[in-house]
């Protein structure tokens, strides 16, 4: 029985200096995500400063978490120039607070990790996150895009900027956990394709 749910997607796109293909993610690639969810550096910027590295097993970790959200997400392997870097998926909105405060509204969130640090601060996440906001309003045709962000993540959310998102002050949240987060969110309305790329071809 597989871990995680596939799909039949691939988006392609480039930036000035790479290529880029956001590949099916598979069980295929599990002990590439087993590599990047034990590296206290990406937990870091995947998890905050709450994370407790001595304790997580990275198996366990990966098989809850891709084996959960993959239920109900398209989610990808990124490839720079063929070579594996990271991962990232579009997922159906899974707070209940923010889908009841945008009522009747199909609202998705991104997330990304880029797990190899050699190619940390390259352009890569931001373009990634244009792909796969292109692909949710135009191929999707969603509604709302509305991305968690960590408050010690200023990088992540100047990716969001980048990319139309804007960070709101939201009211949604009472649990002081999740107002820990910049809450960075696009509607269909306001998007607009990002322009140092082009998707090429969906299959």
């Known amino acids: 029985m597989s871990i995680i749910k596939s799909h039949d997607i691939t988006l392609y796109g480039k930036t000035k200096n790479y290529s880029i293909v956001l590949c099916p993610l598979c069980d295929e690639h599990l002990p590439t995500l087993y590599k990047w969810n034990a590296d206290p550096d990406v ?3 995947t998890d905050g400063e709450g994370y407790d590295a001595d304790n997580i097993d990275p198996v366990q970790r990966v ?3 891709y084996g ?7 989610c990808f392997l990124i490839k720079v120039d063929d070579i594996p870097i990271g991962d990232c998926w579009l997922q159906e909105m899974n707070f209940p ?3 009841a405060y945008y009522l009747n509204c199909d609202v998705r969130r991104i997330d990304m ?3 190899e640090k050699d190619w940390w601060n390259k352009g890569i996440g931001t373009a990634v996150l244009g792909m796969l906001t292109d692909f949710a309003f135009i191929n999707e045709e969603v509604d709302i895009i509305f991305n968690f962000v960590g ?3 200023e990088r992540s959310k100047r990716v969001c900027e980048k990319n139309g998102y804007k960070s709101t002050n939201s009211i949604i949240f009472k ?3 999740e107002n ?3 809450h960075c969110v696009l509607t269909k309305d306001e998007h607009k394709p990002y322009l140092t790329y082009e998707v090429d071809h969906v299959v």
């Open 43 to 45: 937990l870091y910027w």
């Open 97 to 99: 607070e923010v889908t």
């Open 113 to 115: 990790a880029i797990g």
């Open 180 to 182: 820990k987060s910049y």
């Open 151 to 153: 408050n010690y993540n």
């Open 68 to 74: 959960n959200v993959s239920k109900n997400a398209y």
């Open 175 to 177: 649990d002081a956990e």
């Open 63 to 65: 098989h809850g978490i």
